[in-house]
């Protein structure tokens, strides 16, 4: 089974999916954690961000490895656990112009599907998900949430790693990446048609996992009382 989360930065599609994967007992893939461990390898590489062959052969180099579980994921280059130097602010201003790249593009969006034949039922969150990578989801949602209150969570996600910013900051940082993500040509944040819309600006976390289990049971994708999911078009057992 294939859930894909799509939407804007701080619409809360991440904890979303996590959770969710977490009810389900099923990993989640955080493809924005891709584009981010890409990034810190090209600049530890000192690659120059527009040289876009140079770019591609970052990404297809593939130094980074990504273990994915229900409840977490952990994010390795060359060997070093950079789950959290991903998170940072530099990264964070870096990653639009690696997300841009088409090659980029290209060589990530190839493994998101490697990732989802060989692991059979996820949940996956980011940009395209249910647009590009997977047009054939079980299920797709797209949250979406007032553009304040996406800053707001940014900035208390910020925090908490202990990032000195205020808030003008990460509100020019989410309008700069929502424009960015919008007007790409490769890969832009759309909305797919056949999405499950959810604002998640008035909702707890909890009520966000509550309704997307809900639509999971009404498209019968899990039994009526179970979180387990059932098997789906997509279903395949995991490999062992
Ligand atoms: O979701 P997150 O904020 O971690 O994503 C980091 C960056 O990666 C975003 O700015 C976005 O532009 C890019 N991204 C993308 N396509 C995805 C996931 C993330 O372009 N599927």
Same mark, same amino acid.
């Given at each position: 089974m294939i859930i894909t989360i799509d939407g804007p930065a701080g619409s809360g599609k991440s904890t979303a999916a996590r959770k969710v994967a977490a009810r389900l007992g099923i990993p989640y893939l955080d493809t924005g954690a891709m584009y981010r461990a890409v990034t810190l390898a090209a600049l530890e590489d000192g690659?120059? #961000?527009?040289?876009e062959e140079a770019l591609t052969r970052v990404a297809a180099a593939g130094d980074y490895e990504l273990d994915l579980g229900p409840t977490h994921i952990r994010v390795t280059l060359r060997g070093r656990d950079v789950t959290e130097e991903i998170r940072s602010m530099c990264v964070n201003d870096h990653t639009r112009h690696i997300a841009a790249s088409p090659g980029v593009r290209r060589v990530l969006v190839e493994k998101q599907r490697e990732i989802g034949r060989r692991l059979g039922s996820i949940v996956t969150e980011g940009r395209?998900?249910?647009?590009?990578?997977? %047009?054939?989801?079980d299920i797709k949602f797209y949250m979406d949430a007032e553009v304040n209150k996406r800053a707001e969570r940014r900035l208390h996600e910020l925090w908490a790693e202990g990032e000195e910013v205020t808030l003008e900051q990460v509100l020019a940082n989410v309008r700069e990446r929502d424009r960015t993500d919008a007007k790409?040509?490769?890969? %832009? #944040?759309t909305e797919p048609a056949d999405a499950i819309r959810i604002d !998640? !600006?008035? #909702?707890?976390i909890g009520e966000v996992v509550k309704l997307v289990l809900t639509h999971l049971r009404r498209a019968g994708l899990i039994g009526p009382g179970a979180d387990k999911p059932g098997?789906?078009?997509?279903?395949e057992p995991p490999s062992p």
């Open positions: 690659v120059d #961000l527009r040289d395209d998900q249910g647009s590009v990578a997977f %047009p054939g989801a790409r040509s490769a890969g %832009p #944040l !998640t !600006t008035a #909702l707890s098997r789906g078009p997509h279903s």
